[in-house]
Every structure is written in C-alpha cells, then in structure tokens.
C-alpha cells in the first residue's frame, strides 16, 4: 500500500480482555517495528521484526504482550490480560530492509492505533 | 544508557523568525541521530538524519540540525518558520552497533508558530 495502515484506529477495552492491532507495512518493506507512545512521551521501543523473525524484542514490558508476523508482511500485536496502564497509542512503522541494516533507520510511521482500557 | 534530552516542552516562535528545537543525548559510541516530526492525527514522519559526515544536515521542508560532539547536542533549525510547521518534533537516537531497530526518542518539543 501507500502507507502503513494500522487497524483499529481506536479501541476501547475493558481491563482483563484480550487486544489485537493489526500492521499493514508497505509493500516491500522487510523491516517491521513497533512503538508505544504514552500521553506526553516520546514513542517506545517495543519490538522489531527482519522479515518473519522478531530480531530484537527487548521492548516487550513483560509476557502479556505478544507480536507475530507469520508472512513476513502484516503483523499483529497481542496484548494479553489488559491493564489500565496499557493504555497508550501504539505505532507500527516499517522501513526497507536495506536502510535498517546501513543504520539508516528511515521509519515511516503509521497513525497508530488508540487503545483505552477502562 | 541511551537516553535522549529535549530540555523544551513548547517553543513560540512568530511567523519569518528563525526557529531552534534543542536535543541533547547520551549514548556509547557514536550516534545516529534523528528529528521526526508529528502532525495532529497523522504518524511520524522523517524530517532528517546525522550518520556520519559534515556537522550540518539538511532534511524536508527546510530543516536543517547541526551535529555537536563536543556538546552531544543535535538541534532543529529553520531559518524563517511558517505557521504550517506548528507541531510536535521529536529528536531520537541510535547507538552504532546497536539494535537496528531500537531508537531512543526525547519527550517532543511543541513547536507553536503564530503569524
């Protein structure tokens, strides 16, 4: 696609439920991350994908979060259990595999997806 | 540890001065470092970038950061602001031989232009 195409663009949950956001990176983009951005804060790390695999995801707060990227294309991240603080907006970006290698790190971000757990 | 520093929360600037959005960082090694900027209800995007090279980077829209080793500073600047650059500029930083995908972002500078 053009973009990246982040999916719901707002969901409100209840604390305890299960959450998935859905990542659409563009097309032949290798390069897959995942940010959380709080109110008032700059975004956070929460994990990076090379094509299927997930090669750092040092970010993840603990084992309620979760993220898969079977294909190598879409990614989704689960979130398990919510809690009130997980509340936050929460960026995909995707980059080409070449400039995540050379350090570039030329991300192009989503809109994010609004998560509210009440 | 990495961190990223920008000591300004909102800067007012009227409309044809200069403009100067600061960023300090700490990081082992040398750094990559970025401005991104955020429009209201749009996703980040890339405004510029230091790897390596001269000092004094040009980016989008007429940005420009100078790289400081001395003083690990990588601050934003506009010769003459527009209204339209009214947003959210967030600086962020990478270590070299870090995680390729773990940037470091500062708390964002609200950059307020009035004409």
């Known amino acids: 696609g053009a973009g990246v195409s982040q999916t719901p663009s707002n969901k409100v949950t209840e604390k305890g439920k299960y959450v998935e956001l859905r990542c659409d990176p563009i097309?032949?983009?290798?390069?897959l991350y995942w940010y959380r951005q709080s109110l008032g804060q700059g975004p956070e790390f929460l994990i990076y994908?090379?094509?299927?695999?997930?090669?750092?995801d040092s970010g993840l707060p603990n084992d309620r979060f979760f993220a898969v990227r079977p294909e190598g294309s879409v990614s989704t991240l689960k979130i398990q259990r919510t809690e009130r603080g997980d509340s936050a907006v929460y960026l995909c970006?995707?980059?080409?595999?070449?400039?995540?290698?050379?350090?570039?790190?030329?991300?192009?971000f989503g809109a994010g997806s609004r998560l509210t757990v009440l | 540890a990495q961190s990223v520093a920008q000591p300004e929360d909102q800067v007012n600037v009227a409309e044809g001065n200069p403009l100067t959005v600061k960023c300090t960082y700490s990081?082992?090694?040398?750094?990559?470092l970025f401005w991104y900027v955020q429009y209201p209800n749009r996703g980040l995007q890339f405004l510029l970038k230091?790897?390596?090279?001269?000092?004094l980077v040009k980016g989008s829209y007429g940005f420009e950061a100078e790289f400081n080793k001395s003083q690990t500073s990588f601050h934003l600047k506009k010769p003459s602001a527009l209204v339209s650059d009214s947003a959210l500029y967030f600086c962020?930083?990478?270590?070299?031989?870090?995680?390729?995908?773990?940037?470091?972002f500062g708390k964002g500078t609200k950059l307020s232009v009035k004409p």
């Open positions: 970006a995707s980059s080409l595999r070449q400039e995540a290698f050379s350090g570039a790190n030329v991300l192009t």
């Open positions: 097309s032949g983009h290798t390069a």
């Open positions: 994908f090379q094509g299927t695999g997930a090669a750092d």
């Open positions: 990081v082992s090694g040398n750094p990559y």
């Open positions: 230091y790897i390596t090279g001269d000092n």
């Open positions: 962020a930083v990478r270590a070299e031989g870090g995680s390729q995908g773990n940037l470091i």
